[in-house]
């Protein structure tokens, strides 16, 4: 999309500018309830996807025409490292500034232990552990100018395993371990937390009924949680808990309360 003019990024020409948020996997499901979300509590958004082309392009058309010169599209793998700087030093380079990195990206496959391989596990902790952490690296240095935050969208398998899927639950557990240690090494200019969501959206593909019911059956509350909710979350960490950081949030219906 086109560079924005200096007067389209402010509403007068002494207003302070506008807050800036990277997300990743923001194309779809969660990540375009975060990026809608954020867009209307004012943040302008870099929107990171890998495939999802067709989405990302209506999705940016959409905040576009709520606010233009607001939404960078940027399509990457996050496998690829040389990628990640890019992505931090894009954002910069557009708005000049960076409040907010969200790592919302993540890779879901099963791994039934003994058969295993190395390329699935350096798939699933590409997208889940490795690129979170060397975003936030990346990042590290404006969100400290600008006394940002970080956060990072977890599991709550990271605590409690799924199974049949135990590279992705060490995955996300690795990302609960940085979302601590990044806390401890950016503090205090930057916070940083996760989000440990519970049933949300159905894994794609994921339409059994007995299955679905069976895990809401271990629910409390009853019921799936819904995107807007996390992407709630999301803002509330980013924009309001200015005393919190290092935590992880579980947004999942009180599922962690059961055995």
């Given at each position: 999309?086109?560079?924005p003019s200096a007067p389209e990024r402010g509403t007068a020409a002494n207003a302070p500018p506008r807050q800036v948020a990277l997300i990743t996997g923001a194309a779809r499901?969660?990540?375009?309830?975060?990026?809608?979300?954020?867009?209307?509590?004012?943040?302008?958004?870099?929107l990171h996807y890998r495939r999802s082309a067709g989405e990302m392009q209506a999705l940016a058309a959409e905040l576009e025409a709520a606010r233009a010169g607001s939404v960078l599209t940027l399509q990457a793998d996050l496998a690829e490292f040389d990628r990640l700087p890019e992505l931090v030093a894009?954002?910069?380079?557009?708005?000049?500034?960076?409040?907010?990195?969200?790592?919302?990206?993540?890779?879901?496959?099963?791994?039934?232990?003994?058969?295993?391989?190395p390329a699935q596990w350096d798939a699933l902790f590409a997208s889940?552990?490795?690129?979170?952490?060397?975003?936030?690296?990346?990042?590290?240095?404006?969100?400290?100018?600008?006394?940002?935050?970080?956060?990072?969208?977890?599991?709550?398998?990271?605590?409690?395993?799924?199974?049949?899927?135990?590279?992705?639950?060490m995955a996300k557990a690795a990302l609960l371990a940085a979302t601590r240690s990044l806390a401890l090494e950016?503090?205090?200019?930057?916070?940083?937390?996760?989000?440990?969501?519970?049933?949300?959206l159905w894994a794609a593909g994921d339409d059994a009924a007995a299955k679905q019911q069976a895990m809401l059956a271990r629910t409390p509350l009853g019921r799936?949680?819904?995107?807007g909710e996390i992407a709630e979350a999301v803002r509330w960490l980013l924009l309001e808990a200015t005393y919190c950081t290092g935590q992880v949030v579980r947004l999942d219906g009180g599922r962690m309360l059961e055995a």
């Open positions: 999309m086109p560079e499901r969660l990540g375009a309830a975060i990026a809608r979300t954020l867009h209307a509590a004012g943040f302008d958004l870099a894009r954002t910069v380079g557009r708005y000049g500034r960076l409040d907010a990195l969200v790592n919302n990206a993540s890779e879901f496959a099963p791994t039934p232990l003994g058969g295993v391989t889940n552990a490795r690129a979170p952490f060397f975003l936030a690296q990346a990042a590290a240095p404006h969100l400290q100018a600008a006394r940002g935050a970080i956060v990072n969208l977890a599991d709550i398998y990271a605590e409690r395993p799924l199974r049949d899927h135990a590279v992705y639950c950016l503090a205090p200019q930057v916070r940083v937390n996760a989000i440990a969501p519970g049933a949300i799936t949680g819904t995107p």
